[in-house]
């Protein structure tokens, strides 16, 4: 029998001081995600108002190490990961299929970033 269940994370790694999050996945795939970028796309209220979709947080591009560094990563339920940053800002929500999407982005650069929309 197969399982019609999306691919989800089975690791994530992000070491203390690291600006990267590496994550593997269910069905074998292994994605890379610049804390820039998920912190410039990050879905929470606060960053994205609540008016429009997710657009890109241009105040990123002036980031201190302390607003790109991860303080901690926590699952939620059986569909997302909360990520709360060293500076204290949290409460996005990234979904696995958001991230598995962030995962592609990873060379873009951030000219690409800011017309980005997510399906």
Known sequence: MTSNRAPYPTKVRSPRG???TEI?????????????????LCPCAKCQGHDHG???VEEVEQASAL???LGNIEQVGNYAVGLSWADGHSGGIYTFEY???????????VDRLRAYRPR
């Open 24 to 40: 593997d996945w269910s069905d074998g795939a292994k994605t890379r995600h610049p804390h820039a970028i998920l912190r410039g």
């Open 18 to 20: 690291a600006t990267v």
């Open 54 to 56: 997710i657009r890109w």
């Open 67 to 69: 607003m790109l560094e």
């Open 99 to 109: 991230l598995r999407e962030l995962g592609r982005l990873e060379t873009w650069p």
